[in-house]
């Protein structure tokens, strides 16, 4: 039971490329969720997903984009990365069964824009 | 939407000592307070949790108090010790088939041996 797994850990990219964060979870959460860290910030919502095959906007959306491929993952796409997305991005799941749960997080991917 | 704000920014203790971590939320349907620790380089890992239906919840030297009517919640930590310094994060959420979570900006708390 590896909770949730984070890919890549670490990554460099040069303005305008793309790349997609992938999250996956084997714990059968119904929900998923993107994250970013920025210092003095917290964590700020990106998107999330309710449950598979729903999607939905969070804080700070622009620039991203979502994919719920099954249950399991829940992928975040950078379509033309930019200077001010170097962040840390979390990826967080939560349990089936009702509301007020605590979510579960990945050790997240630490992502440089040059 | 909701907005969380915590406070302080940054604590020193000496160990031993108690810290306390106050937040405040903005929409009175938040029903659920989680508390998180982040260690350096770390996900953030929960620590102690709130219901909107409790006044406190204690687990050994950690407390959390929620006032509905004032909207606010705070972490206690009892007999600080230097393992405890880290970054705490205070959330409110929102939701009945799930949570929508908003996250305060933190605490650095430091742990002085």
């Known amino acids: 039971n590896a909770g949730v797994t984070q890919t890549p850990k670490f990554q460099v990219l040069k303005t305008g490329q793309s790349m997609t964060l992938q999250c996956a979870q084997d714990?059968?959460?119904?929900?998923m969720y993107w994250y970013r860290q920025d210092p003095g910030m917290g964590l700020r919502l990106i998107y999330y997903s309710a449950s598979e095959g729903t999607t939905d906007k969070g804080e700070v959306p622009n620039g991203y984009n979502v994919s719920r491929l099954n249950k399991r993952e829940f992928s975040l796409r950078l379509e033309s990365a930019a200077p001010s997305q170097t962040s840390v991005y979390f990826c967080a799941s939560q349990p089936p069964g009702g509301s007020n749960q605590p979510q579960h997080f990945g050790d997240g991917t630490r992502l440089s824009i040059l | 939407g909701e907005n969380v704000e915590q406070h302080p920014s940054t604590l020193s203790v000496q160990e031993g000592d108690s810290a306390v971590i106050k937040c405040t939320y903005s929409?009175?349907?938040?029903?659920?307070f989680p508390w998180y620790k982040q260690e350096l380089g770390k996900r953030p890992q929960l620590i102690i949790d709130?219901?909107?239906?409790?006044g406190e919840k204690k687990d050994q030297r950690i407390a959390v108090t929620l006032n509905k009517t004032a909207k606010h919640f705070s972490l206690h930590i009892t007999e600080t010790q230097p393992e405890d310094s880290a970054v705490y994060f205070c959330?409110?959420?929102?939701?009945?088939?799930?949570?929508?979570?908003?996250f305060g900006s933190g605490t650095k708390l430091n742990v002085k041996p």
């Open positions: 959330a409110a959420s929102i939701g009945n088939n799930f949570n929508k979570f908003y």
């Open positions: 929409d009175s349907a938040s029903n659920y």
């Open positions: 709130i219901r909107s239906n409790v």
């Open positions: 714990m059968n959460h119904n929900s």
